[in-house]
């Protein structure tokens, strides 16, 4: 049964009272009249002990008895039909204990049908074919071997002879356009567009004062979660144990137990650790297969984690983008026209749309945009932190700012002008937070700046958003033992978001007691206790209203339990500061006196997700502004400061929070300023599959952060609490363009922007 | 050649253990990623070792550890494979990340790039050496109090070289600890909360 009920949202600035519909037995929501005394308070991770001390076991950390290593032998050629594949010497070799090959075109077929990566999504269909496998990129998957050390399965691959019968590739996005371009898949390289209207682009131009178009550029960039894709698997009887560096170990779960053709209950995943996945750790994936069946060849548990050079040729990237941007505005800056014309390539995966910005944050009647997949010979794309927001946001934003340098106007109160207003959006305020802590009364003209000097310093900004919002199935249990210990369980996993320290703090508002004296369980698909995987900012969004709504039951059953104690009705007791009070009595007890009253050992309770309230937002909004310092001599960017300004809804621990936004704009930073896979045409191979020939951003490029959590309450849930995970790394390089392109007085147009960049945009500008 | 032998051709921890004694290859080798982490001095005895394993004794945070290693084998994986020490992370096992640093007779020395029969006769001090007794060092606690990690995977490689960095200078700048921790990779993005981590953990007892 649904209910009504009057709920206050807004921010800080303004508020209104709206009616929802919500299911009955939800808990009262906490909008902006809550009070709550542990949510929004900031706590130091529970897990953060186990961390610095080295105690915390990562799946890579896992050691079991028996244990053997495995290694997957893997494709030197980017295009290939695979003849043979002869492992006996290798199976002869002292200390291997198996060897697996997948000749077969079908081998992998079933995890190609159930893989949420969709790893090769245009190939699952041609894997199902007869005749020999077609190797679609460098580093596909040939054989494996386990052995008793890593060093002996490593002697072990290099034993394995295999026939190839090479076929000519294609690793360029623009080669791989042409039409004489060796086909990756049988109908081309060229997937269908992808075409979304709004109004009428031509007219909106027609009605436009100013119109810009340009083109834009952004690499393919790899994932590089430090640590790599892999598992450890252990069978016995029927069943399996694995524990895996996974973003969702249901779906590893799920994966597993359809490949080897078992139910899911003869299945456990567990991953109490994880060390990051940035999107690209879901579903078992070849490595979770491998693992699991060299180790039920070996009939001994098998570790198998990839390394470095593997993790990035075979477990995802972001795809690069080419992306024709036109836009039309009145004189006063109201957009008129966006215009969005964009390709790219996710490999042999897909992927590439990049249209999310231009689509949801800046009012504008007239929207087209076109987007194609185009497929090479290069290892898939996986969801890569905001898919395609990045390098939307680069392009949008950076053209909105060449708009507002044609007519005059400042950047800032040009997007002010297209501002989707909504009570319960705190974009508004979030762009002047981050202003002010920037000093954007500072930014001056480009023409300005340009008169400065070999050193020249810019500002520049751009607006985040995210609109995935989690719901159901999630599920959660709280358990109140009769000695005053509190477990919060769910299968979840914490990929370094402070997950586990937030369901410690929901638990703790809810029971009346601290963060830290909540035990979290999570990571196990044993707990029963179902949640998404970790992924589009939907962890918290999905489990904080389970495990709130399972916190109330089990205190209410508490409740019940001391009220005879305390002279008072159920109804009646408040938890909080670590006891049990009636409100109207006055009297109280200790919270562990009052779980000793307890007729059982523990009391449980278990509840669900309901499902988002209709009528409220579901999206997260952030403003960064940047400064940066360009030296005009040698081209070198040095970002100075970056102000973050977000929200997440209500903000669950503040200092996680702060966290997140700043690793999402020190990822952004290094996205704009670092980072590029480079693909070596003639050979079709990766040149720079490792951290030190793949830059990514250290201490030595960090600029001062100031990040900024506001609350926004605006609850689709009874927890009012929105993703955060995505947003920060949104508007991260489009800021830092944007200020390198106001020192400059010339528009940089691709990422990412390392010193020839700028020499080119200077040249450009000379020649001007 | 395979392409895989040609992968292996081209790493130079490939190169390292191709060596196979090599302890002046793996001192030099085992250079610093950045000012803060000093190469550890050479203790080479001119025997040839191997190609077998060998047995050999490594002290590890005080206890000595009696173990049996290819000469092959580095500091980092005995130490995670054989001891079941796996708080030195492998990250990208040559050098690049910082991941695995341990401490060698003081110094913080990168575990991937140090052979196990190189690090014999030397004290090794590995991050779970240094909380004592239950009680955290004063590194570990302030980076739990400054969330100076999120998924904690560099932590261990971080939470070493700042230490090394307070046992060398006692109140660093944030520009030194920049330096000193600039070969230290994070995906996550922590480095200002390490920095201020580093420099609040300056000064504390231990």
């Known amino acids: ?768 | 050649m395979s392409g895989r032998a040609k992968r292996r051709a081209f790493t130079r921890r490939a190169f390292l253990k191709g060596i196979g004694l090599g302890s002046v290859g793996a001192t030099v080798l085992a250079a610093p990623p950045s000012k803060g982490t000093r190469p550890a001095a050479p203790a080479g005895t001119g025997r040839t070792l191997g190609p077998g394993a060998v047995a050999i004794t490594l002290k590890v945070n005080g206890v000595a550890r009696t173990l049996r290693v290819e000469p092959r084998v580095t500091l980092l994986d005995a130490l995670r494979d054989r001891l079941d020490l796996t708080g030195s992370k492998k990250i990208c096992d040559r050098g690049e990340c910082g991941g695995c640093a341990v401490l060698v007779d003081g110094s913080p020395v990168l575990a991937c790039m140090m052979l196990a029969v190189d690090a014999r006769h030397r004290a090794i001090t590995t991050v779970e050496g240094l909380s004592t007794g239950g009680r955290l060092h004063p590194v570990q606690a302030a980076f739990i109090e400054a969330d100076a990690l999120q998924c904690g995977f560099c932590t261990p490689g971080f939470v070493v070289a700042a230490k090394a960095l307070l046992d060398e200078v006692k109140t660093p700048t944030a520009e030194q600890v920049r330096e000193a921790l600039g070969g230290h990779l994070c995906r996550c993005g922590t480095y200002p909360r390490i920095v201020e981590a580093v420099r609040s953990a300056a000064g504390r007892k231990g």
């Not at chain 1, 200020?739 to 020499?759: C, E, F, K, M, Q």
Request: charged share 25%.
């Open chain 1, 1 to 768: 049964m649904a209910a009504t009920r009057k709920v206050k949202i807004g921010t800080a600035r303004r508020t209104e009272t709206i009616d929802i519909r919500v299911p009955e037995t939800e808990p009262p929501i906490w909008d902006a009249d809550a009070k709550l005394t542990v949510v929004g308070g900031s706590y130091p991770r529970l897990d953060g002990a186990a961390k610095v001390t080295g105690k915390a076991r990562y799946t890579f950390d896992i050691n079991r008895p028996g244990m053997l290593h495995g290694r997957i032998l893997r494709s030197p050629h980017a295009h290939a039909r695979l003849l043979a594949v002869d492992v006996s010497k290798a199976a002869r070799l002292a200390g291997v204990k198996a060897t697996a090959t997948f000749e077969s075109p079908t081998f992998f077929a079933a995890l190609d049908e159930t893989d949420e990566s969709g790893k090769p999504v245009e190939g699952a269909g041609e894997k199902a074919a007869t005749g020999p496998r077609r190797i679609l990129f460098a580093g596909e998957e040939i054989a494996a071997v386990a052995a008793l050390t890593p060093d002996i399965a490593d002697d072990a691959l290099d034993l394995i002879e295999v026939r190839y019968e090479p076929l000519p590739h294609v690793v360029d996005l623009e080669d791989a356009r042409k039409p004489d371009a060796p086909k990756v898949f049988p109908d081309g390289n060229q997937r269908p567009a992808t075409v979304w209207s709004a109004g009428d682009v031509e007219a909106g131009f027609r009605e436009a004062d100013a119109v810009v178009e340009a083109t834009y550029t952004t690499p393919v960039a790899l994932h590089n979660a430090l640590e790599t894709h892999g598992a450890v698997a252990e069978w016995q009887g029927g069943k399996l144990t694995v524990w895996a560096s996974t973003q969702g170990v249901f779906g590893v779960r799920d994966d597993l137990a359809k490949f080897f053709k078992v139910p899911s209950r003869d299945v456990r995943v567990i991953s109490e650790y994880l060390g990051g996945g940035f999107g690209a750790k879901f579903g078992a994936g070849v490595t979770g297969v491998v693992a699991a069946l060299l180790a039920k060849k070996a009939g001994a548990p098998v570790k198998l984690m990839l390394d470095r050079q593997e993790e990035n040729l075979a477990t995802g990237n972001r795809p690069d983008s080419v992306q024709w941007l036109k836009i039309g505005a009145k004189r006063n800056g109201a957009l008129t026209a966006i215009h969005l014309r964009s390709y790219g390539t996710g490999g042999i995966g897909g992927g590439a749309g990049v249209s999310g910005p231009v689509r949801m944050i800046y009012a504008c009647p007239n929207i087209k945009t076109e987007e194609q997949d185009i497929s090479t010979n290069a290892g898939f794309a996986m969801p890569f932190r905001a898919p395609g927001f990045p390098q939307g946001s680069f392009a949008l934003e950076s053209t909105l700012d060449e708009i507002a340098d044609r007519l005059g106007l400042d950047p800032l109160a040009l997007r002010k002008t297209n501002y989707i207003d909504r009570p319960n959006k705190g974009l508004m305020e979030q762009y002047d937070l981050a202003a002010r802590a920037i000093g954007w009364e500072r930014r001056r003209p480009p023409a300005e700046n340009a008169a400065a000097g070999p050193i020249r310093r810019g500002f520049g900004m751009g607006t985040a958003t995210w609109g995935m919002y989690g719901g159901p199935p999630a599920d959660a249990t709280v358990t109140i033992h009769s000695d005053g210990r509190v477990e919060c369980i769910c299968g979840t996993q914490d990929i370094g978001t402070g997950t586990r320290t937030a369901m410690a703090v929901v638990t703790a508002e809810v029971l009346g007691l601290k963060p830290e004296q909540i035990k979290v369980v999570l990571g196990d698909t044993a707990t029963g206790m179902y949640s998404p995987a970790s992924g589009g900012s939907v962890t918290l969004t999905s489990i904080l209203p389970a495990i709130r709504a399972a916190a109330e039951l089990a205190r209410d059953k508490l409740f019940r339990a001391v009220a005879p104690a305390l002279a008072a009705k159920p109804e009646d007791l408040e938890a909080s500061g670590g006891r049990v009070r009636d409100r109207v009595g006055g009297r109280s007890a200790a919270f562990t006196a009052a779980a000793a009253r307890l007729k059982s050992a523990l009391i449980s309770a278990q509840a669900a997700r309901a499902d988002n309230y209709p009528g409220v937002g579901i999206e997260s909004f952030g403003a960064q502004f940047a400064e940066v310092e360009v030296d005009t001599g040698t081209g070198r960017v040095r970002v100075l400061r970056i102000a973050a300004a977000h929200d997440a809804g209500r903000t669950i621990n503040r200092l996680t929070a702060e966290s997140q936004v700043n690793g999402g704009v020190i990822m952004g930073l290094s996205y704009a300023l670092l980072e590029r896979r480079v693909m070596d045409a003639p050979t079709g191979i990766v040149m720079n599959p490792n951290l030190e020939d793949y830059k990514i951003a250290a201490t030595l490029e960090m600029p001062e952060i100031t990040p900024i959590m506001m609350d926004v309450y605006d609850p689709a849930n009874n927890a009012g609490v929105k993703g955060l995970g995505e947003p920060p790394v949104v508007p991260t390089a489009a800021a830092i363009a944007n200020a390198v392109s106001n020192a400059l007085g010339v528009r940089v147009r691709d990422l990412p922007l390392t010193p020839d960049v700028i020499l080119a945009a200077l040249a450009r500008k000379e020649q001007a």
